[in-house]
């Protein structure tokens, strides 16, 4: 097990995707990706740095700098250091964070865990379903050129939605391209009603110079509805407010 993780950034700020859109969070951006998704906002976080940069204050962007790899008990250091009185959870991020289930599943922490993940790793999800409160799991689409294996992303997504789901409070992540289509969906749609029809189902529009229109979207949620009981759409919302 590893006792140390490169980590990208720890700071405090607003939970701007997903369900819990709004919510007082401190978020730890690991470091790694087995993905390559064409859409990514966090490219840097792939790849591994010297540093790891630490907001000071909660909320107020004064970072400073310290070497990588992190251990435990510093890590736990900054959080609690981060937390403020509005704040909820500790966002698990990346890059991604199962990559580094070992470290995450030795942290002692009072607070709820929240984790953003791509859903890749399922036997690291069941190494950490009784420690998260919150699983925020994306499923790839083929149109976003995530990986050379599609079919075997989309079983372990599906798989670590199904292990999550049954100790946490999880909801499911699609990001929307303008050539999405109804097809394009399906997979995941049938995939997601399988487990449980309850599952919220997030459309997330994708943040670029392409706009995806609202009739591909309204399309796309009836398509979802037909087979999911909570099918929703939230873009992209800490961009909108200049949020990190």
Same mark, same amino acid.
């Given at each position: /097990?590893? @006792?140390?993780?490169?980590?990208?950034?720890?700071?405090?700020?607003?939970?701007?995707?997903?369900?819990? #859109?709004?919510? &007082?969070?401190?978020?730890? &951006?690991?470091?790694?990706?087995?993905?390559?998704?064409?859409?990514?906002?966090?490219?840097?976080?792939?790849?591994i740095s010297r540093y790891c940069r630490v907001e000071k204050t909660p909320g107020k962007r004064d970072?400073?700098?310290?070497?990588?790899? !992190?251990?435990?008990?510093?890590?736990?250091?900054?959080? &609690?250091?981060?937390?403020?009185?509005?704040?909820?959870h500790i966002s698990m991020t990346g890059g991604e964070p199962l990559i580094h289930a070992d470290f995450?599943?030795?942290?002692? =922490?009072? $607070? *709820? =865990?929240?984790?953003? +993940?791509?859903?890749?790793? *399922?036997?690291?999800?069941?190494?950490?379903?009784?420690?998260?409160? %919150?699983?925020?799991?994306?499923?790839?689409?083929?149109?976003?050129?995530?990986?050379?294996? $599609?079919?075997?992303? !989309?079983?372990?997504?599906?798989?670590?939605?199904?292990?999550?789901?049954?100790?946490?409070?999880?909801?499911?992540?699609?990001?929307?391209? *303008?050539?999405?289509? +109804?097809?394009?969906?399906?997979?995941?749609?049938?995939?997601?009603?399988? %487990?449980?029809?309850? %599952?919220?189902?997030?459309?997330?529009?994708? +943040?670029?110079?392409?706009? #995806? @229109?609202?009739? !591909?979207?309204?399309?796309? /949620?009836?398509?979802?509805?037909?087979?999911?009981?909570? #099918?929703?759409?939230?873009?992209?919302?800490?961009? /909108?407010?200049?949020?990190?």
């Amino acid at each position: /097990m590893s @006792s140390n993780a490169h980590i990208s950034e720890i700071f405090n700020s607003i939970q701007g995707e997903g369900l819990f #859109v709004g919510t &007082r969070q401190v978020f730890v &951006r690991f470091e790694k990706c087995q993905l390559h998704c064409a859409y990514c906002d966090t490219p840097q976080s792939r790849n591994i740095s010297r540093y790891c940069r630490v907001e000071k204050t909660p909320g107020k962007r004064d970072f400073y700098n310290i070497e990588n790899p !992190l251990n435990k008990e510093h890590a736990e250091e900054l959080i &609690r250091t981060l937390w403020s009185p509005s704040t909820r959870h500790i966002s698990m991020t990346g890059g991604e964070p199962l990559i580094h289930a070992d470290f995450i599943k030795k942290l002692n =922490l009072e $607070y *709820p =865990l929240y984790i953003e +993940t791509n859903a890749g790793f *399922p036997e690291k999800a069941g190494e950490l379903k009784d420690m998260i409160a %919150i699983a925020s799991c994306d499923i790839k689409l083929p149109e976003h050129g995530s990986t050379d294996h $599609y079919t075997e992303l !989309l079983k372990n997504e599906l798989e670590t939605i199904s292990i999550f789901y049954e100790t946490s409070k999880t909801f499911v992540k699609v990001i929307i391209l *303008p050539e999405t289509t +109804t097809q394009s969906i399906s997979p995941a749609v049938n995939g997601v009603a399988s %487990i449980d029809s309850n %599952i919220p189902f997030i459309l997330q529009p994708v +943040t670029s110079k392409q706009k #995806v @229109s609202s009739e !591909l979207l309204l399309l796309l /949620m009836d398509f979802a509805g037909k087979k999911l009981k909570d #099918v929703r759409v939230i873009p992209q919302t800490h961009r /909108m407010m200049g949020l990190l």
